[in-house]
């Protein structure tokens, strides 16, 4: 069964954020708003944060809730913020922020996914260089046949 994790209305090509925390909570704001999370999700995502960096290298980070925050999600989704200016992430760039809500451990699929793409340089150009929220969807659609 597919599952539409991500859509092009959970895509922001210019986030506003500057700071790791920032990010975080423009991230939850946006997967609240897709109706996939409760407001208490954000909270979850910080502490996975202050435990774990979620970092993934190439430009990318894909923060998450804890394992304890399963009751704040309520359906699986992506959300994807890209950034202009690099934003400071425990010392490392980021451009691209992928948060994600798994419901009954369908993310684990979504990030295998996601991995794939920012291990592929040119995949990531192509993301960054991106002019519409269809663009990015086409590039990482495959994370939709995942879930």
């Given at each position: 069964m597919t599952t539409t994790v991500l859509t092009t209305d959970r895509i922001v090509l210019s986030g506003t954020a500057r700071t790791r925390d920032e990010a975080i909570a423009e991230a939850a704001r946006l997967l609240e708003a897709a109706g996939a999370v409760t407001s208490d999700y954000e909270a979850a995502m910080r502490q996975r944060e202050s435990l774990v960096s979620t970092f993934m290298g190439n430009g990318l980070?894909?923060?998450h809730?804890?394992?304890?925050?399963?009751?704040?999600i309520l359906a699986s989704a992506l959300t994807i913020v890209r950034y202009?200016?690099?934003?400071d992430w425990d010392g490392n760039p980021v451009r691209?922020?992928?948060?994600i809500a798994g419901k009954d451990g369908g993310h684990m699929a979504v990030l295998s996914s996601l991995a794939l793409v920012f291990s592929?340089?040119?995949?990531?150009?192509?993301?960054?260089?991106?002019e519409s929220p269809q663009q990015v969807l086409d590039l990482l659609g495959?994370?939709?046949?995942?879930a």
């Amino acid at each position: 069964m597919t599952t539409t994790v991500l859509t092009t209305d959970r895509i922001v090509l210019s986030g506003t954020a500057r700071t790791r925390d920032e990010a975080i909570a423009e991230a939850a704001r946006l997967l609240e708003a897709a109706g996939a999370v409760t407001s208490d999700y954000e909270a979850a995502m910080r502490q996975r944060e202050s435990l774990v960096s979620t970092f993934m290298g190439n430009g990318l980070a894909i923060p998450h809730g804890t394992n304890e925050a399963k009751e704040a999600i309520l359906a699986s989704a992506l959300t994807i913020v890209r950034y202009d200016e690099p934003i400071d992430w425990d010392g490392n760039p980021v451009r691209v922020v992928a948060a994600i809500a798994g419901k009954d451990g369908g993310h684990m699929a979504v990030l295998s996914s996601l991995a794939l793409v920012f291990s592929d340089d040119s995949a990531v150009e192509q993301l960054l260089a991106a002019e519409s929220p269809q663009q990015v969807l086409d590039l990482l659609g495959d994370v939709n046949d995942a879930a």
